[in-house]
């Protein structure tokens, strides 16, 4: 048995196994190592590779030159993961964001689930319609309009997406607290913000009851001003409106109350 050096494992120090033949004394480099040439080191696989005792490597000892060439670990196949000094491909586990067996072949995660662990897990599906996924995701997002609710934080799932609170918005997908909105964009009297903000409006405000908003200003701006008098009882048909007389279109920024005939704009 090869001897010498410190432990007795001679001059390289990453050699875990020995042997002795007629010709000359041999060093087997250890599963997930590889023979890396030169000087004969024994050098760990790196992330993403393997190797086993299928590809012996032989390594300069006690002064000999190598017995084989450099040996090379051997890649695990796409969208997998291994960690450094694998051996064997079963070693080769499916990437977050892709599911199937061990070793391969891994298959990306469909749109709108996730798969947040290595491994040969199946992927899951996201909440939906609150959050949502692109394809080999790892985690769910918050939709349109959607946010993360910050009692509960983010889950993998998107579980705990909720609607943005009154004058706030978020126009995308993603786990981002939603954006204040511009005072601007709602008039500074009689008016409040919709709350919970829909997820299809940005900003959305609504006046006071008896006023109506009129078009943004030159100066970029809105304003609630106050409706012409309604009369005390119903003087419309069905499927009319109340603006100054009854009539059957809705002038622009007029609403209605309740969704009954007569609106107070």
Request: aromatic share 8%; hydrophobic share 25%.
């Amino acid at each position: 048995v090869a001897g010498g050096g410190e432990n007795g494992t001679g001059t390289n120090k990453s050699i875990e196994v020995g042997r002795f033949d007629t010709n000359f004394t041999q060093q087997v480099c250890r599963d997930g190592f590889y023979n890396s040439g030169g000087d004969g080191e024994c050098v760990v696989c790196p992330s993403g590779s393997w190797m086993n005792t299928t590809g012996l490597s032989m390594v300069l000892f006690e002064g000999h030159v190598p017995l084989v060439p450099p040996s090379f670990c051997k890649p695990c196949p796409n969208n997998t993961f291994s960690s450094p000094a694998s051996v064997g491909n079963e070693s080769c586990l499916c990437d977050v964001g892709y599911s199937g067996p061990d070793a391969g072949p891994c298959e990306s995660c469909p749109p709108n689930t996730f798969k947040s662990v290595t491994g040969d897990s199946a992927c899951l599906p996201c909440s939906r319609p609150i959050s949502g996924s692109e394809e080999a995701a790892s985690i769910c997002e918050c939709e349109r309009g959607f946010r993360p609710d910050p009692a509960v934080g983010v889950l993998q799932n998107g579980a705990s997406c909720v609607e943005c609170s009154g004058g706030s918005f978020k126009l995308g997908r993603s786990n981002d607290q939603c954006a204040l909105c511009e005072e601007q964009e709602r008039p500074r009297n009689f008016s409040y913000w919709v709350d919970p903000a829909p997820s299809d409006q940005y900003c959305p405000f609504l006046c006071f009851q008896g006023y109506t908003s009129l078009l943004k200003t030159p100066l970029n701006q809105y304003q609630c001003v106050r409706c012409a008098e309604v009369p005390g009882s119903n003087p419309c048909a069905a499927g009319e409106y109340w603006n100054s007389t009854c009539t059957t279109d809705l002038a622009p920024g007029c609403r209605c109350v309740y969704l009954v005939c007569v609106c107070l704009c």
